[in-house]
């Protein structure tokens, strides 16, 4: 049975209750939503002194910020690391990345993502020393499923699970980058109905994790279709001081996508790109 937090109930992060830590498993409701748990080959990190010189980003959404990308994509720097939110522990980070699932294909699959190479240009920039990437997308969802703690996969639920599992790891949050909008293009939803889910996961990551600021990526691209109401929605939640523009993903066309919807290693790098831009101009604000 999944834990019901409800509204602000683990707001500050003081829940003491092991089942604070539980994540419903979506795979039980969204075919393929399994997450990549295998630690093989992987390198454990100590978190050490953690400085301005570090970003810690968090990553939801829906399947183009899981593991979706054909191939792995290596980083030239070695100083990127991950949180798995299943665990809690620190790993080098490395594609596939943990806590996610792999879009299109089995949990075992060898894909990558934009997040790796976001994290290689902003050391390579010279924003960053180290970037801690903590990523807790889910493939296929709506946004009304990010909003819900009453319905199965109850993933309105991980945002205090991850809230949680930065405070025990000692990390602080540098920013939220939310990507999300596909699924509601298919599904038609309103600008209204879309504001208020978007508004209601901004509320509980404002609790949970407190001063963090929060990126929205305008993203809504389906197959070559876009939702005006979806990337209307997502402005209308920008205030330029806590909640700020991310990265414009319907910029990336046919081109950066290998199915018209999914990105290529072009447009992953593309967006990439655009979400180092974006993620600086919210932190210069």
Same mark, same amino acid.
């Given at each position: ?45 100590? /978190? ?17 910020? *899981? ?31 943990? /806590?996610?699932?792999?879009?299109? /294909?089995? *949990?075992?699959?060898?894909? /990558? ?173």
């Amino acid at each position: 049975m999944a834990m019901i937090f409800g509204g602000a109930g683990l707001a500050l992060n003081n829940f003491a209750s092991p089942a604070a830590f539980y994540i419903s498993p979506a795979q039980d409701v969204i075919t393929g939503a399994e997450p990549v748990l295998d630690l093989t080959g992987r390198i454990e990190v100590a /978190g050490g002194v953690i400085g301005p010189r570090t970003a810690v980003i968090v990553v939801i959404g829906q399947s183009l910020s *899981v593991n979706e990308v054909r191939t792995p994509y290596v980083p030239t720097n070695t100083n990127i690391d991950q949180l798995n939110i299943f665990d809690g522990k620190l790993y080098r980070a490395k594609d596939p990345l943990l /806590g996610i699932n792999v879009s299109g /294909g089995a *949990v075992t699959d060898l894909r /990558g993502t934009w997040m790796l190479r976001m994290a290689d240009k902003l050391i390579a920039d010279g924003h960053f020393d180290r970037v801690i990437l903590v990523p807790m997308a889910v493939g296929n969802t709506r946004a009304d499923q990010w909003a819900s703690e009453t319905t199965a996969p109850f993933l309105f639920n991980k945002i205090n699970v991850v809230g949680l599992r930065l405070r025990d790891a000692g990390l602080p949050c540098t920013a939220i980058m939310w990507g999300q909008g596909e699924s509601d293009t298919s599904a038609g939803t309103s600008q209204a109905s879309y504001t208020a889910s978007l508004n209601k996961i901004i509320a509980e990551f404002n609790h949970a994790i407190p001063g963090c600021p929060i990126l929205v990526a305008a993203e809504s691209y389906y197959y070559g279709a876009t939702s005006a109401a979806v990337v209307a929605a997502q402005a209308a939640v920008v205030n330029g001081t806590t909640v700020f523009a991310g990265e414009n993903v319907d910029s990336i066309g046919s081109g950066g996508r290998y199915d018209n919807t999914h990105l290529n290693e072009t447009g992953a790098d593309q967006r990439a790109t655009l979400a180092v831009a974006a993620l600086m101009a919210a932190l210069a604000s």
